[in-house]
C-alpha cells in the first residue's frame, strides 16, 4: 500500500516537472511576445487617429446640393408595353442594342 502510494506521488511529481517544463517559454520569447504586442496597440492607436482625421474631414465637407427634380412627360402612344398602361408609375428602359 506504501509503495503504491509512493509510487503515485512520485508519478505525479515527475509529470508535473515534465508539463512545467515542457509548456515554459523563455524569457526571450516573452519579452518578444510583449514587444508585439505593444507594436500592435500602437498601430492600433494610430489607425484610430486616422480614422478619426478622416471623419472630421468628411463631416468639414459641405454637402452637394441635390439636383433639381426635372418633371418629364413622354408620349408612349405605340410603344410595347408590358403591364397597365394607365399605371401610375411609368419605367421605360432606353437601350441601344448596337
Known amino acids: 500500500m506504501r509503495r503504491g502510494a509512493l509510487l503515485?506521488?512520485?508519478?505525479?511529481?515527475?509529470?508535473?516537472?515534465?508539463?512545467?517544463l515542457a509548456?515554459?517559454?523563455p524569457v526571450d520569447e516573452l519579452n518578444?511576445?510583449?514587444?508585439d504586442i505593444e507594436g500592435l496597440k500602437e498601430g492600433q492607436t494610430a489607425a484610430?487617429?486616422?480614422l478619426e482625421e478622416i471623419r472630421s474631414l468628411l463631416e468639414a465637407r459641405p454637402t452637394a446640393a441635390a439636383p433639381a427634380r426635372e418633371e418629364v412627360?413622354?408620349?408612349?402612344d405605340g410603344a410595347p408595353v408590358?403591364?397597365?398602361r394607365k399605371a401610375a408609375?411609368?419605367?421605360?428602359d432606353f437601350?441601344?442594342?448596337?
Do not use: E, H, P
Not at 518578444?32 to 514587444?35: E, I, P, Q, R, V
Not at 412627360?73 to 408612349?76: G, H, K, P, S
Open 8 to 20: 503515485a506521488f512520485l508519478t505525479t511529481v515527475v509529470i508535473t516537472l515534465w508539463a512545467d
Open 23 to 25: 509548456f515554459s517559454q
Open 32 to 35: 518578444a511576445l510583449k514587444g
Open 48 to 50: 484610430q487617429r486616422d
Open 73 to 76: 412627360v413622354l408620349n408612349l
Open 82 to 84: 408590358k403591364g397597365d
Open 89 to 92: 408609375v411609368t419605367l421605360v
Open 95 to 98: 437601350t441601344d442594342y448596337q
